[in-house]
């Protein structure tokens, strides 16, 4: 053997022994495993699984500022003219969807904190009435908390009379002259389905029900007496490019303090759309003036109030809409009716951010002329 090979084969070794060596000092992590977020598509867009759980979320909601002014929809400043009426407001929502051998199991959840302006008030003697000028200071609402299954809902939302046939127009003033209906209550409500129809039935709890010993009111608010609560029933059919919902509402009270209370309330609501620039909707409406649901009562409580809605909106381009609504109350005496006209034009400036300039009209019963308003929303939606 020569020293060449020597050489070699001493190398060889070491090498051999260098690798063993290494190979017994490396140790192998398995690393653990990681679940990311899965997107949910089973219940529209935005929601995702939460990890670990076969539960679909989504979070949303916006933030909102309003300023507007003229005689109809201003503040009063302390002096007694006139001034900007200004609102912001944080909305937080929140959806949760599972798939259960009973149906869908849903909650809903939306927090509403409110900086405002409001009348002033006389902070040492409330019974005193309204002090002049304005303030401005925080709210907070539980505007819904509901838990659903199927078509079975309870919880805390906006009164069944007023959701089944859906809101009114497409503006910010869309209760001017009364409006169409309560909004919060506790309520336990059942919605059934079946191809272009649909039916559904509620009771409700109404929302304050307290009397008053500083007025001769009796009670106020339109929370019931007793274990007896509100009742609301709503049947609705699609066909075609018209879809049709009548909902009746019976409010449960009894006459109380001298005042009278309850009574039965109903509308029926139709909306056409047309194509996808144009849709419109009419809404009759008529009630007992003493029944809650008739938010809209024009007349003393002995009489019957007949109102109508009606508006559309329609698409200008891509980022405007063009949204609009008339109101008419029938006044039940010789004074004038009522009358509202709303307007305003969505633009939406960049996706999530939309500016809403809005002028209104609205003159009340027994007025010779009415009032102007104007302003604007801007809201992210997020």
């Not at 017994?24 to 690393?31: F, Q, S």
């Not at 009742?231 to 699609?238: D, F, I, K, N, Q």
């Amino acid at each position: 053997m020569n020293i060449k090979s020597l050489l070699l084969g001493s190398a060889a070794a070491l090498v051999a022994v260098s690798g063993a060596r290494a190979a017994d000092a490396i140790v192998a992590i398995e690393p653990e495993p990681v679940e990311y977020v899965r997107v949910c598509d089973a219940f529209g867009t935005g929601y995702f699984y939460i990890p670990g759980t076969e539960t679909c979320l989504s979070i949303g909601g916006y933030v909102r500022y309003d300023i507007f002014g003229a005689d109809l929809w201003e503040a009063e400043s302390a002096t007694g003219d006139g001034t900007y009426d200004q609102d912001v407001r944080f909305s937080l929502q929140v959806n949760t969807a599972t798939e259960t051998e009973l149906g869908t199991l849903r909650t809903y959840a939306e927090l509403r904190y409110d900086w405002n302006t409001s009348e002033a008030e006389d902070r040492d003697d409330p019974s005193s009435g309204a002090a002049d000028g304005y303030v401005n200071d925080n709210s907070y609402d539980l505007n819904h908390a509901w838990i659903q299954l199927g078509g079975l809902r309870l919880g805390k939302s906006d009164s069944f009379f007023t959701t089944w046939t859906g809101y009114a127009g497409a503006v910010v003033h869309d209760t001017m002259g009364g409006g169409y209906g309560p909004f919060d209550t506790n309520l336990i409500s059942y919605t059934y389905s079946g191809g272009n129809w649909r039916a559904g039935i509620a009771v409700e709890q109404g929302n304050d029900s307290f009397t008053d010993t500083d007025t001769t009111s009796g009670q106020e608010g339109w929370g019931i007496q007793d274990y007896m609560p509100h009742v609301v029933a709503g049947l609705g059919v699609t066909f075609g490019m018209v879809d049709l919902a009548a909902v009746i509402g019976w409010d449960s009270r009894d006459d109380f303090g001298g005042e009278l209370y309850g009574g039965l309330a109903g509308k029926v609501r139709a909306d056409v759309t047309f194509n996808d620039q144009l849709s419109m909707f009419v809404m009759v409406m008529y009630g007992e003036n003493e029944s809650a649901y008739t938010t809209w009562a024009n007349g003393p409580d002995t009489d019957e109030t007949l109102a109508i809605y009606g508006g559309g909106s329609f698409v200008v381009s891509e980022r405007a809409t063009f949204n609009f609504q008339a109101g008419w109350a029938d006044s039940n005496s010789a004074a004038d009716d009522e009358w509202s006209l709303v307007g305003n034009v969505a633009y939406e400036l960049v996706p999530g951010l939309t500016i809403t300039p809005e002028v209104g009209f609205y003159e009340a019963s027994g007025t010779d002329d009415g009032d102007f308003g104007a302003g604007v929303r801007v809201q992210r939606t997020f």
